[in-house]
């Protein structure tokens, strides 16, 4: 389906002026915007998800014989991407991060967020921040890594309002004090802008340091935990998680631990194809068996051998709607819904509806405990039919409302 198809059909389905960009991004993927208020329009946002999801399905490949296991999956993943993109308003996937180093950092930190951006942003193997944009800050000049491989900053201190999440990557332990003074009072200003602020490896000991660890429990790597135990006694922590994020904090101990937390971000950002693309690069998904990575909760579509299944998933993830979704699915993966359903439930212990509404329920939630959204704005993005909609079924699979789950510390 072409651009110009999808625009003349928006035009028949949603009586709005479109006209052509007049600023932005040069590297924005889009020829049209729309003129109008979208916080004013909940019932637009409603009939374009499920107008995203037409336009994702009928332009969509069949895919049902794509080994996962080769580039083809990786180009089906992106085509999943292109489909969803090339309906939903600009800007509406971007994700935005900074960085902040300290004197001995891991390289395997860093690069576990960058390389995770780099292959979730932009087709392919191409690198360009599209839809993912990283900056790593400083006002000084470049910073030894535990390695003795020396990063220099991107940019110096920009303003925290610019970043979706701000992540801290501590050092080797005796040179914590060694960092800038403008790195901590950065993190006290991300904060107060409502910024997710992550401490990786010992940046877990920087955000306790600047007391912001005091009502969370802590991931801590298990060669750290005496060394945490005993600079902040009384801190909870555990050292059995890959990550652990409340109340706009998020403690990662480090190793391949990033990548979990990294597929977690872009899936509830992008969707599950871009997540799926990420593991499926990051990774070597060819072999026999399930590495560690891919058992990461985010990354469940890897542990299932059935190639079928695992496409149906990322459809799923992706923002299938849930009245007529299982019989769309199943047919695109040649399957009649009968069969589908059986040995979707048979595989993953649930229905494909039961498995929709438990995707739809944890988006909401993380979007209820990490962004500032309206309750209705939550609703249809998460694909809920209305408001109302979403407060019943919280009452009923979770036994609070929204507003309570928001609430809670």
Same mark, same amino acid.
């Given at each position: ?15 709005? *002026? ?6 932005g ?19 637009f ?13 009928s ?5 049902s014989d ?26 509406? *996937? ?17 690069? %576990? ?6 292959h ?17 800050m400083?006002?000084?000049g470049?910073?030894?890594? !535990?390695?003795g ?15 979706? =999440? ?37 940046? !877990? ?5 600047? *007391? ?13 935990? /005496?060394d =945490? ?25 480090? %190793?391949?631990?990033?990548?979990? =937390? ?7 950002h ?19 068996g ?6 990461? %909760? ?9 190639? /079928? ?12 709607d ?9 047919? /695109? ?5 009968? *069969?589908? !359903? ?6 993953i ?14 988006l ?21 039919s ?24």
């Amino acid at each position: 389906m072409s651009l110009r198809s999808i625009n003349c059909m928006i035009v028949a389905l949603f009586p709005i *002026h479109l006209v052509k960009p007049t600023g932005g991004a040069a590297t924005k993927p889009s020829f049209v915007r729309l003129a109008m208020d979208m916080n004013a329009m909940p019932i637009f946002k409603a009939r374009l998800l499920s107008f995203s999801h037409f336009v994702y399905f009928s332009a969509m490949t069949n895919g049902s014989d794509i080994d996962p296991g080769s580039a083809d999956y990786v180009q089906w993943l992106d085509e999943v991407w292109q489909r969803r993109h090339s309906v939903m308003p600009a800007g509406a *996937h971007t994700l935005s991060v900074g960085i902040l180093l300290w004197p001995g950092f891991p390289l395997m930190s860093l690069t %576990g967020i960058l390389e995770s951006l780099r292959h979730a942003g932009d087709f392919g193997d191409m690198s360009r921040q599209i839809e993912g944009r990283w900056e790593i800050m400083g006002a000084g000049g470049p910073v030894r890594s !535990s390695c003795g491989i020396e990063v220099r900053p991107t940019q110096t201190y920009l303003h925290p309002g610019e970043f979706d =999440y701000l992540f801290v990557v501590g050092g080797l332990l005796p040179q914590l004090a060694n960092a800038p003074a403008g790195h901590r009072r950065y993190i006290h200003a991300a904060r107060q802008m409502g910024c997710t602020v992550v401490g990786v490896c010992t940046g !877990s000991f920087v955000l306790a340091e600047e *007391h912001l660890l005091s009502r969370v429990t802590a991931s801590i790597h298990p060669y750290h935990r /005496r060394d =945490y135990e005993t600079a902040f006694p009384g801190h909870r922590l555990t050292t059995s998680q890959d990550f652990v994020a409340a109340d706009g904090i998020a403690t990662v101990p480090g %190793g391949i631990s990033i990548l979990a =937390y990294m597929a977690q971000i872009v899936s509830a950002h992008f969707g599950a194809d871009r997540s799926a693309k990420v593991v499926h690069q990051l990774s070597v998904p060819d072999r026999r068996g399930v590495g560690e990575f891919e058992r990461s %909760g985010m990354v469940r579509h890897r542990e299932i051998a059935d190639p /079928r299944l695992q496409k149906a998933i990322v459809m799923i993830e992706s923002g299938l709607d849930a009245a007529a979704g299982v019989a769309e699915v199943a047919s /695109r993966l040649g399957m009649s819904e009968r *069969h589908f !359903s059986r040995l979707f439930h048979t595989e993953i212990g649930k229905s494909p509806r039961e498995y929709i509404l438990t995707t739809r329920l944890r988006l909401a939630n993380w979007l209820l405990c990490h962004t500032t959204k309206s309750i209705t704005t939550i609703a249809f993005e998460a694909g809920f039919s209305s408001p109302a909609h979403l407060s019943a079924t919280f009452r009923k699979k979770l036994g609070k409302t929204p507003t309570q789950v928001r609430r809670e510390p």
